[in-house]
């Protein structure tokens, strides 16, 4: 056996942790609520995970969080809700007011300042027999935030084939879910310009928070400048899945865990000079770091 192997095996991989993965400015505010509810209060219900993130939503539990359903919320009459960052329809407000419960509303901001305009937009295409469009996943919390809006009459379209849905003949006002692509929201903008017959009005409204979008172009330069990549997200995470596949186009040695149990000690058994460890808007810093310090065990 050549004992230079063996020294080789015994130097510490060198692992980097990419400075700008982890929560969002919304996710941060809302676990801040919540810990500083739970700190001077006790136990809080959260209306759906407060971030797609199994462990770090296991780590709020023990703190005193329970996640809790609509269905749930129907049969509560005493305690304190928490609406989380992706934010919720009028119909959610209105079970807390009528079951006489306590809210804690951490809607993210941007979420919220999007909601009021497509509440207004939905009235203005009341009086025009118009229609509005939502660019976002269909079932997502915020999706279901905003259509509540439009009295979840809002059209909503996952790709660029689904503007078929709209009538040609109807004005329209697009907005788009807060966390989707750019590039994706353009394509379908162009087609529904495209699809509208004569004169009628199309109103583009780019509401992509760009804090989440400009992590595409960031988190592939962290790829490529790597030799493995190991990518941080919660299995329920569309965000997540998104940013992965954007690393793994750059770098095929892109690998998706849940948690440092998921690593492979065959990934980097060629000894690379450089990993990256990098995550979602919903990944929290600590797990990275706890991922950081596996590796660096290999």
């Known amino acids: 056996m050549d004992p230079s192997a063996n020294t080789k095996n015994e130097q510490p991989l060198h692992v980097e942790i ?33 971030v797609h993130n199994d462990l770090e939503v296991g780590r709020l539990s023990k703190k ?9 919320l129907e049969k509560m ?17 209105q079970k807390i007011r009528k079951n006489g419960l306590k809210l804690i509303d951490a809607t993210c901001p941007v979420v919220l300042k999007l909601q009021q305009k497509v509440r207004a937009a939905y009235e203005e295409m009341k009086e025009k027999n118009g229609q509005i469009a939502i660019y976002g ?23 660029e084939e689904d503007v078929r849905l709209l009538d040609p003949n109807k004005p329209v006002v697009l907005f788009s879910q807060t966390t989707k692509s750019p590039e994706v929201f ?22 992509i928070c760009r804090q989440v979008s400009n992590r595409t172009p960031h988190l592939q330069e962290f790829a490529r400048k790597h030799e493995v990549v190991i990518f941080v997200g ?19 040695q892109t690998h998706f865990i849940n948690s440092p149990d998921d690593l492979q000690p065959l990934w980097f058994a060629s000894g690379p000079k450089s990993t990256g460890v ?7 810093v600590w797990l990275m770091e706890k991922v950081a310090e596996k590796i660096r065990t290999f």
């Open 186 to 207: 353009k394509l379908i903008a162009e087609a529904i310009k495209r699809r509208a017959l004569g004169d009628v009005e199309v109103k583009i409204n780019d509401t």
């Open 64 to 72: 005193g969080m329970q996640t809790i359903d609509h269905k749930d």
């Open 278 to 284: 990098c995550g979602a808007t919903s990944t929290p």
């Open 18 to 50: 990419d400075d700008k993965s982890g929560f969002c400015f919304g996710v941060v505010r809302a676990i801040s609520k919540a810990e500083e509810e739970i700190g001077s209060n006790g136990t809080i219900y959260s209306l759906g995970d407060i």
């Open 234 to 252: 919660g299995a329920k995470s569309s965000n997540a899945r998104s940013l992965y596949q954007a690393c793994f186009a750059i770098n095929p």
């Open 137 to 159: 996943k269909i079932g997502h919390a915020e999706v279901k935030g905003l259509s509540g809006q439009t009295n979840h009459e809002a059209i909503i379209l996952e790709k």
């Open 77 to 93: 009459k005493e305690g304190t809700v928490f609406f989380r960052a992706h934010g919720e329809p009028p119909e959610s407000y």
